[in-house]
């Protein structure tokens, strides 16, 4: 009898103790944190891919596919022609003082220059204007001298300032009129100053020479800079 209570006894203690190694394993797997992301992950997946299964081929086509990259307008940074064409669709040649005195240097000083030289030296005048070491209007940098002379040559020719070419004052007063009215300053790089091939000023060896148009070499005064 000793001995069954024993054996019975002795096959409890077993079922108990395979009983509480199982639990401790289920409580370990439980706890294991690559188990768990791998349980998690499985059922992100399938709700994935179920939810692209129900959106439709287009839309799915344009959720994929890289957006085209955007392109600036070539229209806005074409470069002026400063052609007949562009001379057709300008405004016609009328204003008030500051137009006159613009279209009559631009006559009378650059006539023979063609449309772009004139509009290089329209760029002259307006950069003076807009610089403090000259007039602050156009009139007055066209009207400028001092006891060296004046900044423009027909001021102090002592010729009469005749309009005889109709259809050359058209073309200055219509460049004259697009440049006061904005257009862009892309031909003399900021130029101040401008002079002839056939003559060297002394001022000319200073400055920077920033472009050549027709009959004219421009320039604008060096930079400063700290070291200067």
């Known amino acids: 009898m000793f001995m069954l209570k024993s054996w019975t006894g002795g096959i409890a203690m077993l079922l108990a103790l ?61 470069a002026i022609g400063y052609d007949t064409a562009w001379l057709a669709n300008q405004s016609a040649p009328t204003g008030g003082p500051e137009f006159e005195c613009l279209a009559k240097a631009l006559y009378f000083e650059a006539r023979g220059e063609g449309i772009k030289g004139q509009a290089a030296v329209a760029e002259v ?34 010729a009469a300032e005749r309009i005889g070419d109709k259809s050359a004052w058209t073309v200055a007063g219509k460049i004259a009129r697009a440049m006061i009215e904005g257009a862009p300053r892309r031909l003399t790089d900021g130029a101040t100053y401008f002079h002839t091939p ?30 200067n």
């Open 18 to 78: 395979s009983g509480g190694v199982h639990a401790e394993m289920t409580v370990s797997q439980s706890n294991d944190p690559t188990a768990a992301i791998g349980m998690n992950l499985t059922a992100l997946l399938g709700q994935e891919r179920a939810a692209l299964g129900a959106v439709k081929g287009t839309r799915l086509t344009a959720i994929v596919t890289s957006p085209a990259p955007k392109t600036r307008s070539k229209s806005k940074n074409k």
């Open 125 to 158: 005048i307006l950069n003076r204007v807009d610089s403090p070491r000259f007039p602050a209007s156009v009139c007055g940098v066209v009207n400028q001298s001092n006891s060296r002379g004046c900044q423009f040559s027909f001021m102090c020719d002592g």
């Open 198 to 227: 056939a003559v060297r000023p002394a001022w000319s060896r200073r400055f920077d020479r920033t472009a050549e148009i027709g009959q004219h070499i421009f320039y604008r005064p060096p930079l400063k800079t700290a070291l």
